[in-house]
């Protein structure tokens, strides 16, 4: 479920890679707009977790299909597509990986 994630969200405008404080935790994906996190999504216990920030509003996902209909319907300007280079290729920074 965490590569459904990665392959979802890596490369896309707005969206960063960060570490939780915990620990042990795994990263969580953040969606950043004017240098504020907007919202975020983690995989743990078997399910996809989106926290939206200025709600305090949680949504949980049984898969990486089901988020991205939620992202659609409430927050599409999350879903731009992946930068392309002029030689066709994606714009996709691998220094952090997901694993």
């Known amino acids: 479920m965490r590569q459904d ?6 490369g ?3 969206w ?3 570490p939780r404080t915990t620990p042990g935790a795994s990263p969580v994906w ?3 707009v004017g240098g504020q996190i907007e ?3 983690a995989v743990e216990d078997g ?3 989106l926290y939206v920030m200025d709600t305090d509003h949680e949504a949980v996902f049984a898969d990486a299909d089901e988020l991205t209909r939620w992202l659609q319907t409430h927050k599409a300007h999350a879903l ?4 392309v280079r002029p030689d ?7 220094f952090f990986e997901w694993n």
């Open 47 to 49: 399910v996809i977790r």
């Open 12 to 14: 896309r405008p707005g």
């Open 5 to 10: 994630v990665v392959d979802l969200l890596r």
């Open 30 to 32: 953040c969606y950043v």
């Open 16 to 18: 960063r890679l960060e």
């Open 39 to 41: 919202f975020s999504v």
């Open 80 to 83: 731009q597509e992946v930068p």
């Open 88 to 94: 066709g290729k994606a714009r996709v920074k691998r």
